[in-house]
């Protein structure tokens, strides 16, 4: 018998040769009333598993564990049954004969049992020849069908059909179901692909139901038939389908991928079982063994997946179906063509995003039904895309980013590509909008970030719901040692202070972590997708803006080398030019997509909502709801205290108040920062390629959104990252109504002088060639600082994309950019939201507390990086200056200063304006430092002397030329806006200019730069592309101009003007007359006659003055100014007497006692009385002695 078993070709069918043995004994019996032998070696082996009776006739039956027949038919419905066998099947059992009026040929089988029958029939090698009669008519197509699973799915279609006969067809369905799976089984068909006829079978999509109705009663049988085996047959019989498909993946694009797969692995993800086998197969062994294990090993251990290896699984590479390329050293697919234009271009983006919106909803449709399968089946899916997100963490790295963005396509071999990520977050995003609205946002547990430790265990993420692991090392809005609680803050920049060192309550308060005990669906979605667009969005965003910068670059040597004759060069140039072109439309594409613009503008806002409620949702029962469940865990030195049945945000909606409570609730220390930053890089996103989402989405889109910028802006104790800070500046800057590309205009919002609007910057023009070159348009700072260079159009780049020049500056005017056809629906909803928006009262207010506090103690930034910052705050600024109700806001600040100028801490609009003036005085002298020191540069390389130097000095020479021209080039564009805000300040805001603490600076700071511009310096300033350099002399000598006018009504302001030793000059006012007349300043030469003849009278009364107070007592005079003091007052540290407004201003920038850095404030001074009534006595008796002189 064994030698009977080595030859048997069915021996395999069998798990051991034991197992084959016995059934072979069983099966092989002597019928005692007809001596004939029975055997059954082409049993299948489904049938192995059932009980078995001898066979001694031809009635015996197989019975399935519910005593159901599935072998022979009874006696009593033969007939029937043989028709339907006959009909369904083409089968002729042995014995039997065609039923009654069948006239086509049938296939004959030896065997009696149908079961056995059709094995027997699905292992026949010549069909036909099988067929009886022999002569007839054609036999059915079907029953002819070589190919084992189209055959047995045919089979089971036929016997769907019939509604009569329910107990015989279900029984042949069953039968029917186990062949095909036995079929499906690996070795048993093998010279059969029958996977891939499995899969053909999901390409009619008119069969689509029945398919996915024959693959769900397929799974259902073989969990019944094999109980404790089905895990295992599963994932042998199913597997390979998925291998197949993977296959076709991989060698597929965005464009040609095929929808049958999607069909398939829809069905599959609507089977449990098969949704197990979808998401091991596509799980890396490391994450596998991890989520299979039953030991209580932590998640950790999964950070040793290489994060590459997600993209390379079945649902990576479906993901990886993008625009950019899939994998590290591949090429960008589109925007080949040669040459680029325009029409290309945008038949190209819309193949792009139809197929990408397709790709992603059917990703979705997949995504959704697994989380829906079943509660163990989500666990799994969350936990494939928590620690996929979990070993791609590094995607979000700056140096990841810097790393890869710099040629090649951009990506790293260690993680998965910029596609991948962006279609991962599509799908995440299509799951989050069924709680897009207002009523499910409270389901959005604000502690998640907190729980999602490392050290959890299998079990404890999957009952406590946490599959992004290791988020809580990310940075959030305020830190865990933050005091979060303020008693008697009334809005001071420095109030957030770390937790006391020797308060022991305090230290283990900083060291909490409180989280609630489990946490929901929704609150797991939202932070899944807020990570993907972290580490997908944001970073393909980052690299087309590094790409725009690259091509900038790019087109300048280009331009240079059409000029030149060495073909070889500008060949080479224009390939590299070509090459970044298709990179960054291929970024630019991957991110305009319609669908997922209009996805992400619903989450955002959502988002936006959901903090302002977290902000304003006080929890006062933590403490009562805490329960401490340490970890005895050497590397979990934290409480992890978790809160049961705690709702961190009320049901109904909160309104947004303000003033804003005093109390920041301690969940911000667990939202990470990320979630704000995505905010603001898809609105500075939208603003400069895409504003007609502004208008296409509306007022429920923009007013949660400029809420949010308001709310974080105000105060360091809600978001304390000064840089996140002050892009929420540059985030509002975006949402100014304008059409064309934002340009710094001067005109229409403020007039040169009071009640004189006929004199427009616009007009602005420079004839003096000692002062610059013309400026016709002198207001649109736009087009100097984004120079469009025109060349030959068949390159197809100048005509559709922007280049800037400045790819030294990541000036935020960069991220503004737009192509003029961009913006088609108007800016009706933007200019309504800022004058409707319900706290747009606090928007200057606050956006005046960003501009201060990244310069104050504690919240400063990079000193040039400062400036950067504050540039769009001035164009938000200038915008609403234009509307009356924030004009007033400026105005009722400035008021409000004026009376508190000597407050314990310096009110809010005195600190704008002091750094107002540090930073003008400050950029325009470095500005006109570089522009000498290039006039010189410059010179030297027109006259040869760079020829003769050698090659790499010369190159040394030229690099640094081109630092110095970029760093003249920032400073001039931050100054001219510096001194552009102070020119429309002053149009109806001049007291609080012209106060003690404050006016002498403002006169010496007009002086110094007046005179620098027109006096005799002026020509060491002087280069012949003014422009290039963004240099405009001519502007800034009449903004400066103005301003002399705005304030010169008040005899404080004009005397200071004239005491100022340093810069005033009795013709300063003619020299810059002389000026004014070239560069069409003619209106206002006037006014300025008048000034000059007041500041003239002032300095001659000032001057009889000082000459009676010459020669003063050394302890009468300022000790900083050295000038006779007119209200001395005692600093208590160092117990030295100064004038009050000297120490006032020393205060406004550094609270310290100037002679021993002590801490100083207003109110710690107290006045000299003795001092003071010294000194005017002894001026009183010089005044008396001066009388009796002239008498």
Known sequence: MSDDLNKNPFVGLFTTPNEAASFLSQATTIDPMTTTTTTT?????????????????????????????????????????????????????????????????????????????????????????????????????????????????????????????????????????????????????QDQEVHSQFLRLFMDDSQSTQVEKFTQELAAIIKTDYPEDAEHIFMSSFKPILEVIHQEVTKSNLIVYR???????????????????????????????????????????????????????????????????????????????????????????????????????????????????SSEVRHLTLDWIGKCLQANASRGKLWNNSQTSIGGNGLSPLVVSDGFMLNLGNVLLRLCQPFCTLKKTPKIDPTYCAAAIETLTEDERRTRGIHLVGINKETCLIPSTTIITIADDDGDNNSTSSSSSDDDDDDDKSDTIAASSTFGFVTECFYLTHRALDLGYRVVLDKLMKTNQELARIQRIYNDAQASSNSEVFQVITQRMEMEMTKYLSYRASLLAPELLNLLAKFHATTAFWLMQVNINIPTNLNDNLINNKKNNNNDNEKNLMKKNLNFLDQEPKLVTFPLPETVPETLKYIPEFIVENTI???????????????????????????????????????????????????????????????????????????????????????????????????????????????????????????????????????????????????????????????????????????????????????????????????????????????????????????????VKPPLFLRFINLLMNDAVFLLDEALSNMAQLKQMLRARENGEWDKLPAHERDQKISYLHHIGMTARFDNILGRETISTFKMLTSEIKSIFCHSTMVDRIASMLNYLLLELVGPNKKNFKVKDQKEYEFNPAKLVLNICVIYINLGSNSNFTLAVSQDGRSYRDNLFKLAESVLVRIGGISILGELNNLAVRVSNAAAIKKQEEEILTDAPDEFLDPIMSTLMVDPVILPSSKISVDRQTIARHLLSDQTDPFNRSPLTMDMVKPDVDLYNRIQEWISLKKQQQQQHTT
């Open 681 to 903: 890089g898809f609105i500075c996103f939208l603003r400069r390629f895409n504003p007609n989402t502004f208008e296409e989405q509306g007022e429920n889109f923009l007013n949660p959104i400029l809420t949010e910028i308001i709310v974080l802006m105000e105060s360091p104790k809600r978001l304390f990252n000064p840089h996140l800070r002050a892009q929420l500046a540059e985030t509002l800057e975006a949402l100014l109504p304008n059409t064309s590309p934002l340009s710094y205009t001067d005109d229409s919002e403020s007039r040169l002088v009071d009640g004189n609007d006929n004199n427009d910057d616009d007009n602005d023009n420079d004839d003096d060639n000692d002062n610059g070159d013309d400026d016709d348009d002198g207001d649109d700072d736009d087009d100097h600082h984004h120079h469009h260079h025109h060349h030959n159009d068949e390159d197809g780049v100048s005509a559709f994309i922007d280049y800037d020049d400045d790819d030294d500056y990541s000036f935020s005017q960069r991220q503004r950019q737009q192509q003029p056809y961009l913006s088609t629906l108007g800016t009706f909803n933007r200019e309504k939201l800022f004058i409707n928006h319900p706290h747009c009262n606090q928007i200057v207010k606050n956006l005046m507390e960003v501009f201060v506090s990244i310069e104050m103690t504690g919240q400063s930034v990079q000193f040039e990086q400062k400036f950067n910052y504050r540039r769009p705050m001035y164009t938000v600024m200038k915008y609403l200056w234009k509307i009356k109700q924030h004009r007033d806001n400026f105005k009722r600040l400035a008021k409000e200063a004026e009376d508190n100028m000597e407050a």
């Open 41 to 189: 070696t082409t049993t299948p082996p489904s049938a192995i598993s059932q009980p078995v009776t001898s066979v001694q006739d031809d009635d015996s039956v197989y019975l399935n564990e519910n005593n159901v027949e599935t072998g022979k038919v009874n006696h009593g419905n033969n007939d029937r049954e043989d028709e339907i066998i006959q009909q369904v099947f083409g089968l002729l059992l042995n014995s039997k004969t065609p039923c009654r009026g069948s006239k086509q040929q049938l296939v004959s089988i030896d065997s009696d049992n149908i079961e056995n029958g059709i094995f027997e029939r699905l292992t026949l090698l010549d069909i036909p020849s099988k067929l009886v009669p022999e002569k007839g008519p054609t036999a059915d197509p079907h029953f002819l069908q070589s190919e084992v699973i189209t055959y047995l799915f045919e089979c089971y279609c036929r016997l769907e059909q019939r509604n009569k006969d329910n107990d015989i067809v279900e029984n042949l369905k069953q039968i029917t179901l186990r062949s095909a799976g036995t079929a499906l089984q690996p070795d048993i068909f």
């Open 259 to 373: 929808q049958y797969w999607f069909n398939i692995i829809h069905t599959f993800s609507n089977i449990e079982p098969l949704a197990k086998v979808l998401i091991s197969y596509c799980t890396p062994i490391s994450s596998s063994s991890s989520s299979s294990s039953t030991s209580s090993s932590s998640s950790s251990s999964t950070t040793s997946v290489q994060g590459s290896i997600y993209g390379s699984t079945l649902l990576g590479s479906l993901l990886s179906l993008s625009c950019l390329p899939k994998t590290f050293g591949e090429p960008f697919d589109f925007f080949n063509d040669k040459p680029l234009i325009q029409p290309t271009i945008t038949t190209t983006e819309g193949n792009i995003w139809t197929a990408m919106n397709a790709l992603c909803e059917s990703l979705y449709k997949v995504i959704h039904c697994l989380l829906k399968c």
